[in-house]
């Protein structure tokens, strides 16, 4: 998604690409930082996904992998949720931290602030992922995740290259396309 939307900002404003930079790492950085709800949901469902002897043994196994992913779930939308509110409030701190000058300050707040309302989606897909993939389906994500960027290269053209809307139009096509 970053890479699109550098691409397309980077066709109209040279402040404003230099206003994704910080923000590509922010969101890289805390991101990567919540990968452990895919990798323990893939494990914990691959767990359950043994194949059962009995009927009674597969309705078992279903509601037991029913109920793990409910937890990821809540898990992923609770600390996404948490994460939003923390980058909105804390957004010129992060920004500052990552040495963001004030020239490009204004265009990295706006990225911040909208791309931030995606962390609950984000966090979503992360745990989706984790469940296709314990279920052993790699096709899903792989499918998802593609037209999620198609979304996202549409978006970007209409709303940063069409309209104009710069920097604000690449995080509104990742926030909807998310």
């Known amino acids: 998604m970053s890479l699109i939307d550098t691409g397309c900002v ?58 793990l992913l409910n937890h990821a779930l809540f898990l992923a939308v609770t600390f996404g949720v948490a994460v939003c509110v923390l980058m909105e409030v804390l957004a010129p701190q992060l920004l500052a931290l990552m040495g963001t000058g004030p020239e490009y300050l204004k265009p990295a707040l706006v990225y911040l602030r909208i791309r931030a309302l995606s962390a609950p989606a984000v966090l979503i897909l992360i745990v989706g992922q984790g469940a296709c993939l314990g279920r052993q389906d ?30 604000a139009g690449a995080a509104w096509a990742t926030l909807i396309s998310q």
């Open 10 to 67: 980077g066709q109209v404003s040279s402040v404003h690409l230099a206003a994704l930079g910080p923000n590509t790492s922010i969101f890289n950085f805390i991101f990567q930082h919540f990968t452990f709800l895919g990798s323990a949901t893939c494990n914990l469902l691959a767990g359950v996904s043994t194949r059962a002897s009995s009927a009674e043994a597969q309705k078992t196994q279903q509601h037991q992998a029913s109920q």
């Open 138 to 167: 790699a096709t899903t994500p792989l499918q998802v995740n593609t037209m999620a960027a198609a979304f996202n290269l549409i978006g970007d053209a209409l709303f940063t290259l069409y309209l104009g809307w710069g920097v």
